[in-house]
């Protein structure tokens, strides 16, 4: 069964550069969440999308955006990366109320 | 709000000893449960649900019972192997909260042989 595709697994950047994370989700599911996972932290949610558009924002930085196009697949965008930026960036994606199904994560390290 | 509350780590076991990892939640409402696991280097995986009262969830020998009386969805399996090492987290989703995942801390579990 097809499962949810992020790319690419690691990403190593310099501080002040720009990132950009991609999501494919399972095909019919029309939510998609965005989740930050910092050393030996608990996930955090960032933003998701509904049908395409932006349902909700959690904690995520104003120099992170995030969109969801036509395919469905969506982007996480992050600008002037920091230090604190290195985590794992889980993209998961969903037919509510049902559990999600989480990709294997982004692991971006920030130097 | 709505939030999840598990044992605190990390748990240390022998291989087929009796693992429990507790979970409470608060949830104005009803809530769907979750316990999903996280193998070293790896992303998260469902590991089992419930999403009403009195649902058991199992999977891998695991087993999660929701109780409402209690708030509760503890972890249980009879017989850990060492292939059960991992972190598991607790979570719900609801419907006031637009279903997002809300995660529990995670529990770190080693199993040696």
């Known amino acids: 069964a097809a499962g949810v595709i992020q790319s690419p697994r690691h990403l190593i950047k310099e501080k002040r550069e720009t990132a950009t994370l991609k999501c494919y989700p399972i095909p019919r599911h029309d939510t998609v969440y965005w989740y930050q996972q910092g050393p030996g932290q608990d996930p955090q949610f960032l933003i998701s999308f509904y049908e395409k558009m932006q349902s909700d924002k959690g904690s995520i930085p104003d120099r992170f955006s995030a969109q969801q196009f036509s395919d469905y697949h969506s982007e996480l965008n992050m600008s002037s990366l920091e230090l604190g930026d290195s985590a794992l960036y889980f993209c998961?994606?969903?037919?509510?109320?049902?559990?999600?199904?989480f990709g294997s994560g982004t692991r971006l390290t920030v130097v | 709000g709505d939030s999840v509350t598990q044992m605190e780590g990390p748990v240390t076991l022998s291989e087929e000893a009796f693992l429990t990892i507790n979970c409470t939640y608060t949830?104005?409402?009803?809530?769907?449960l979750f316990w999903y696991v996280q193998y070293p280097g790896e992303g998260l995986q469902l590991l089992l649900k419930?999403?009403?009262?009195?649902d058991k969830g199992s999977n891998k020998g695991f087993e999660a019972t929701y109780r409402k009386e209690t708030t509760s969805f503890h972890l249980e399996k009879g017989s850990v192997q060492v292939s059960d090492s991992a972190v598991y987290f607790c979570?719900?989703?609801?419907?006031?909260?637009?279903?997002?995942?809300?995660f529990g801390a995670g529990t770190t579990v080693t199993v040696r042989a």
């Open positions: 979570a719900l989703t609801i419907r006031s909260n637009d279903y997002k995942l809300s």
């Open positions: 998961a994606s969903s037919s509510p109320p049902y559990g999600y199904t």
């Open positions: 419930a999403t009403k009262a009195d």
């Open positions: 949830a104005t409402g009803y809530p769907s």
